[in-house]
């Protein structure tokens, strides 16, 4: 069965400083791999996903993750965060062999920027 | 841009009465999702929808219902709330795979229940 990790259950980081936030995955097939963002009192949003190709997937707001399937990791990266970043951050893998996308999410990372 | 709707945003009730969470999509997607999230915790499969007259319950069980009438339209019922309830409910959709091609899903604002 899949499952998420989300190491970090709290990331403090300073305003203009790099951030990763850390996910890894258990399966022993091929997947495919999400990262959305929910602010204060709205609902998720994609920030990036990654399906095929190129293993660098940079998406919305300047982040970027980077697939390791050696390491069975999708971090998740900015090199400069905004006070605006401050939401929770949610990990998420789907089997790629079915067209049933049902998503395991991880239990989130929540990200505080400090002025 | 997704358009997906829930209602009530925020819905403070007391034990034993009946509710009904709304969720509503104007993009014509097939599959619909509802997933339960206590604070800080991960999201929780709870019904998923292949398309109209098709339901199914998730990973984790819940004593809601829900029915799928029409394509937009995806509501979840608790015919008797309790504590136990009190949680934020998701609504996601998603369009039908193309290509073997994982498509994205798309949700709503969420609804805060919250039962006395």
């Known amino acids: 069965a899949q499952s998420v990790t989300q190491l970090d259950s709290q990331v403090p980081v300073f305003e203009e400083a790099p951030v990763e936030l850390r996910c890894n995955y258990s399966?022993?097939?091929?997947?495919?791999l999400f990262w959305y963002v929910q602010y204060p009192n709205q609902g998720l949003q994609l920030l990036l996903k990654?399906?095929?190709?190129?293993?660098l997937v940079k998406g919305i707001n300047g982040f970027e993750a980077e697939f390791n399937k050696s390491q069975t990791s999708f971090h998740l990266r900015k090199p400069s965060v905004h006070i605006s970043d401050t939401a929770e951050y949610f990990c998420a893998v789907s089997d790629a062999r079915t067209s049933y996308d049902k998503v395991i999410f991880g239990p989130g990372t929540s990200l505080s920027v400090i002025p | 841009e997704a358009d997906i709707y829930q209602t009530p945003r925020y819905l403070v009730i007391g034990t034993g009465k009946k509710i009904t969470l709304e969720c509503s999509q104007t993009m014509g997607h097939d599959k619909m999702y509802w997933y339960q999230q206590d604070p800080g915790m991960e999201l929780h499969l709870i019904h998923y929808?292949?398309?109209?007259?098709?339901?199914e319950k998730g990973d984790l069980s819940s004593e809601s219902t829900v029915s799928r009438i029409r394509t937009e339209h995806f509501p979840l019922t608790l015919e008797s709330a309790r504590p136990s309830h009190t949680s934020q409910y998701l609504c996601?959709?998603?369009?039908?795979?193309?290509?073997?091609?994982?498509?994205?899903?798309?949700f709503g604002p969420g609804t805060r229940l919250l039962v006395l």
């Open positions: 399966s022993s097939v091929s997947v495919y």
């Open positions: 929808s292949y398309g109209v007259n098709s339901t």
């Open positions: 996601a959709s998603s369009d039908t795979a193309r290509w073997g091609l994982q498509e994205t899903q798309y």
């Open positions: 990654y399906l095929s190709g190129s293993t």
